[in-house]
């Protein structure tokens, strides 16, 4: 978390946990609360795009289509400063780092979303197969 006086983006101090084919939400919110709904926020995991919302509305243009129909925020929300976003039907590669940045501070976080699968209603952590 980068703090640059006035409100800065607070995430979660623990990895996100979510199982391939689920919905997960990834916590993301202004600290002290403030509107963010004129300003730009993007998500982003490595090189990709993954969210971003300019100008009072949600902007496709930059979106890596591999995000695509499966990533939003809760527009209604922005308004108390939350951006989280939901990452709808989990994919193995979506497994790793992503940052929310709040563009009009320079203020950014970065939140860690591991994923696991299900087998016989054992939950396996991809980390513990990794060879």
């Known amino acids: 978390m980068l703090f640059l006086g006035g ?3 607070i995430g979660p101090s623990k990895p996100v946990l979510g199982l391939v084919g689920d919905d997960v939400i990834l916590p993301c919110s202004l600290q002290p609360a403030e509107s963010v709904a004129e300003a730009t926020v993007e998500w982003t995991k490595s090189n ?13 243009q930059d979106q890596t289509p591999y995000f695509r129909q499966r ?3 809760f527009l209604e929300q922005l308004k108390n400063g939350n951006v989280s976003l939901k990452l709808s039907r989990l994919q193995l590669s979506d497994d790793g780092n992503y940052t929310c940045k709040w563009i009009k501070s320079g203020s950014e976080t970065s939140i860690q979303v591991r994923l696991g699968w299900t087998d016989r209603l054992t939950i396996h952590n991809l980390q513990e197969q990794a060879p």
Do not use: I, M, P, W
Request: glycine share 6%; charged share 25%.
């Open 71 to 73: 990533a939003t925020l």
């Open 7 to 9: 409100a800065k983006l």
């Open 48 to 60: 990709s795009t993954v969210f971003v919302y300019r100008d009072g509305r949600e902007s496709y």
